[in-house]
């Protein structure tokens, strides 16, 4: 790398690092220095091809998915988080409760797959399309939108304090195959 490109690679990182590690934390489920080493990673991986790269910000994030596809896919033991007794049930009124809320959603987050929080992260944080999630990783639409669905109602289950986020309340109605959710204003 020529010293411009070196120039310019330092400037990319110090700017957009904070940044793409919270895509880290988010992909890896919470763990800071599991997602500090997949950023590091694929920087590394992006530092060698810099002078080649048009869009940087694209190709890390690329490379950043493509990095955590292929932890997962190794199949890795995965850390359970267990815990005594259910977390209590808390309304965001305050920046405690807040923070409180944050600490659910990364928990809850932690104990999905990699791949159902990958797709989470990608639909919802990164805010990309179906089409997008399904190129990114490599598999259909369809596949996408069903493990969002399951995801989401994975999530749903694992912290049921998250329903007092949103101006709607969502309620589970018992049938004989699957539970319809019902959205009611």
């Excluded at 409180?100 to 399309?129: I, K, N, S, W």
């Excluded at 639409?141 to 069903?146: A, D, E, L, Q």
């Excluded at 669905?149 to 018992?174: C, F, I, K, N």
């Amino acid at each position: 790398m020529d010293a411009q490109a070196d120039e310019t690679f330092r400037d990319f990182v110090a700017n957009r690092s904070s940044a793409l590690l919270k895509t880290a934390v988010l992909l890896s489920g919470g763990d800071r220095h599991g997602a500090e080493d997949l950023l590091q990673n694929a920087l590394i991986k992006v530092a060698g091809r810099w002078n080649r790269i048009e869009e940087p910000e694209a190709y890390v994030r690329q490379v950043l998915y493509r990095q955590h596809i292929s932890r997962w896919r190794l199949k890795w033991p995965r850390r359970e988080l267990s815990v005594a007794t259910t977390p209590e049930v808390s309304t965001p009124a305050d920046a405690a409760s807040a923070a409180e809320l944050r600490l659910v959603m990364r928990g809850a987050l932690a104990r999905l797959t990699a791949r159902q929080r990958t797709v989470l992260v990608l639909r919802y944080f990164e805010d990309l399309p179906e089409a997008d999630v399904a190129r990114i990783l490599g598999c259909s639409v369809g596949t996408v939108r069903s493990t969002t669905h399951r995801s989401l109602a994975r999530l749903r289950a694992l912290a049921p304090e998250l329903a007092a986020l949103g101006p709607a309340t969502v309620e589970q109605q018992p049938s004989q195959h699957k539970s319809p959710v019902e959205v009611r204003p």
